[in-house]
């Protein structure tokens, strides 16, 4: 989304001529403060030192220019195909989003990412991405905007950078809705999931909702088997029983299916999304001609 040529000048003239600080985050993954201590016209600098984290600014006043700079290298952040692959970067703005607007900033030009778009009534965060090449340090200008009652704005976001989405040079939509999203995987992109997923999981689908906000279709999985998962996706419902939701894109078109499937993908902002899903039987299948052949790329620990 272009910026108009005066806003970007008087942005840019805020950020050289105001007064700079630089500060961290105990863990240098979130930050949390207040422009109510901030110096008038001042732009506070912070450093973001993780793959993933947060950001929280009460009552926003002045600017802020945030960096992604995270400690391990930019292949670490995920399976990419090498470590010249650019890397996404996304964040998703708070439901009650309000009083500034946040911007990216590459090669001198700042596009809009999150606007000013505070209501009574807020609707469902809108997640926005870019891309990032290796050794870019990526950077984000949060613009206070006036009001007359700042005492209930808080402009308040997550973001993650990764290594296995791809994401355009410019900003575009969420990549887990990405074309190709709904392609089936074929048996090395099956096995690499089992080895790369955030989440490897065997059970059965329950049911299959759908979720209009975000566009898609909420799978819920009655686990038999948790192999792996980032966070507690799976956490136990019962007696040595687990359940868990997965989404999916809502164009892929998923309907319950009758037996045991694995289920793999990634967690995007706290949630599951699919990858790839074959049934039990076709994936030990390929996994026992692979692990014959000497061509598996990891193991996992069968029934």
Known sequence: MEVSGFRNFALWISFLTGFTMASYSEDQCSWRGSGLSQAAKSVEQVWLRCAEGSVEWLYPAGAMRLTLSPRLPWSAMGPGESSRSP??????????????????????????????????????????????????????????????????????????????????????????GREGACRPCNNTEILMAVCTSDFVVRGNIRSVEKDPNLKAAVIKVSATRVYRQKFALFPESGRLTRSGEIRTPLQCGVRPGAGSF????????????????????DFLKVYEQAKQSLMIPCTLVND
């Open 262 to 281: 694995l289920f793999t993908g990634r967690v995007h902002f706290g949630e599951a999304w699919l990858g790839c899903a074959p049934r039990y039987k």
């Open 87 to 176: 890397v996404s970067a996304c964040v998703k703005p708070d439901k009650h989003w309000g009083g500034a607007q946040l911007y990216l900033e590459r090669n001198g030009v700042l596009e809009l990412l999150v606007g000013d778009e505070t209501s009574e009534t807020p609707g469902p965060a809108r997640v926005q991405c870019f891309s990032a090449m290796p050794g870019e340090r990526p950077a984000l200008f949060l613009q206070a905007t006036p009001h007359q009652d700042i005492s209930r704005r808080i402009a308040a976001f997550r973001y993650e950078l990764r290594g296995d989405w791809t994401a355009q040079p410019s900003i575009n939509t969420d990549p887990i």
